[in-house]
């Protein structure tokens, strides 16, 4: 029947005349040049759902970006280039060897950057290329800002500014945004404010500041300050202390009150390292069992891992110590004193039994995206704290009560809880509907871009050392947001 296919065909050509550079047709169907794909067009609303998506409106505005970078004189070719040596950490510098420059010359046969002013241009242009596609994704949603401090090389204190959006769809709720890296001159609320705001405000003029909702931070009282003063410009924002930070100083609070054991956690590691013969020794005897090892100090939580590994290795790490020659290290004579002691036993028991769940909670927060999830793993860590009896228990009682009172946010964050189970009354929140659904998804541990990969010392060391800041910034931005999504 000609005439329905002269719809189909007009109908289709409709959209390929009003987007041009989007779509095109053979008559029949209509393909979105951008996503590579077949896009249904028999209803309109079909066709302005697909311009809708996610996908499609990040690709396009990459294509839009290239396509002005290309008209200003850039080659994709060292584009992409470049963006490929920052993501895989390797120094731009490393293009101006001249093997390399030559092989890649050779078999690709364009041009390959190695000038430091050209190699600047294109960092600086990858920087606002990203920038701006993350300005497009983070501009339509609710967020979560975190932000953690550190301190680079040089000894300059640096904020990393992370973003996050919080939604029902798994793999938009996951996706992280290093928004922005900032120097401080030092470190205090007004600086922190400082960095927070002039961050936000890299998402445009027209961003509407109601839509941040979360603001993740670790227990700091200027963060709690800064938060303060942030409300004013930003009426929805909620600030909560880290939930897996609150537990880590708890369990850091704990470690206070054991100093035997914390000898025997710190030099017990010690004993095996680039000590082969000693390893030998413990391997023979006991083949299943790991070593111990020392405790990471940038994760939290690992004391905790470390008692329970001595709690269930007891007995077969003072075997294998028994068999160590004194004579060979003052440490062995140390530990094998330690071990004797008829207290370290009723330590580690104490601490394992009614604290070693703690280190699962952390490891659960850190995983969790779901408020309930969170607001249920400390009430019921509080509970069994709460049951623990004793005069040290007391006191680690009385300090986890002062832990938790003292992050207001999170209080706030039970009452959404309930208000979500409908176990409360929506009037007991300022928050709308649409907001409360998005506190539905909220991470409630902050951010830490340097814990997330193992390199970032080494980026702020020799490579990112010669750098300067607003130099370091953009390369670091490229890669950072690359490696946090890993
Ligand atoms: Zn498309």
């Not at 990203?130 to 000894?155: A, P, Y």
């Not at 004193?337 to 028991?349: A, N, R, W, Y």
Request: charged residues 25%; proline residues 3%; hydrophobic residues 40%.
């Amino acid at each position: 029947m000609p005439k329905i296919k002269a719809t189909v065909s007009e109908n289709v050509n409709k959209y390929v005349a009003e987007y041009p550079r989007v779509f095109q047709t053979d008559g029949y169907v209509l393909f979105c040049k951008i996503c590579n794909k077949i896009v249904s067009s028999e209803k309109k609303y079909q066709v302005d759902q697909h311009l809708r998506t996610l996908k499609h409106r990040e690709l396009y505005e990459r294509r839009t970006l290239i396509a002005a970078s290309t008209e200003a004189g850039f080659n994709e070719f060292s584009m992409d280039l470049c963006e490929a040596f920052i993501s895989a950490d390797i120094p731009l510098s490393k293009l101006s060897n001249p093997q390399l420059s030559t092989f890649l010359r050779t078999y690709t046969n364009e041009h390959i950057p190695q000038e430091s002013t050209e190699l600047k241009t294109y960092i600086d242009q990858i920087y606002i290329r990203l920038l701006n596609e993350m300005k497009n994704t983070l501009k339509h949603h609710f967020l979560w800002v975190s932000i953690d401090e550190t301190t680079d090389i040089q000894g300059r204190y640096v904020a990393n500014v992370v973003v996050g959006i919080l939604h029902e769809n798994e793999d938009i709720r996951n996706k992280k945004f290093l928004l922005n890296v900032v120097e401080l001159d030092k470190i205090n609320y007004a600086t922190i404010s400082r960095a927070f705001n002039d961050s936000i405000t890299l998402l445009g003029e027209d961003f509407d500041k109601n839509k941040v909702l979360l603001f993740l931070t670790n227990s700091a009282s200027y963060m709690a300050k800064a938060a303060r003063g942030l409300k004013i410009f930003y009426p929805k924002l909620l600030h909560v202390t880290c939930l897996a930070l609150s537990i880590h100083r708890l369990a850091e609070e704990i470690s206070s009150y054991f100093n035997q054991l914390n000898l025997l956690i710190s030099s017990g590691g010690k004993l095996f390292l680039k000590a082969p013969s000693r390893v030998q020794v413990f391997n023979a005897k006991f083949p299943g069992i790991p070593l111990p090892l020392e405790p990471i100090t940038t994760r939290w939580g690992t004391w905790l891992d470390s008692v329970k590994y001595y709690a269930q290795n007891f007995e077969e790490f003072a075997a294998v110590v028994a068999e160590l020659d004194d004579s060979d290290s003052k440490s062995i004579k140390n530990i094998k004193e330690l071990l004797s002691l008829p207290s370290i036993k009723s330590q580690l028991f104490f601490v394992h039994n009614n604290y070693g769940f703690l280190c699962e909670v952390i490891k659960k927060l850190e995983g969790s995206n779901s408020l309930r999830d969170a607001v249920d793993l400390v009430d019921t860590s509080i509970k069994r704290i709460y049951d623990v009896k004793g005069t040290i228990g007391q006191e680690i009682m009385k300090k986890s009560n002062l832990i938790f009172q003292k992050n207001k946010g999170f209080l706030e964050i039970r009452t959404l809880a309930r208000i979500l189970e409908f176990n409360e009354s929506c009037s007991k929140t300022k928050y709308n509907l649409n907001e409360l659904s998005a506190f539905k998804y909220a991470p409630l541990t902050f951010f830490d871009v340097e814990r997330s990969f193992s390199s970032y010392e080494n980026y702020l060391g020799p490579n990112g050392e010669s750098f300067v800041f607003e130099n370091f910034k953009k390369n670091f931005f490229v890669y950072a947001n690359k490696a946090i999504n890993k």
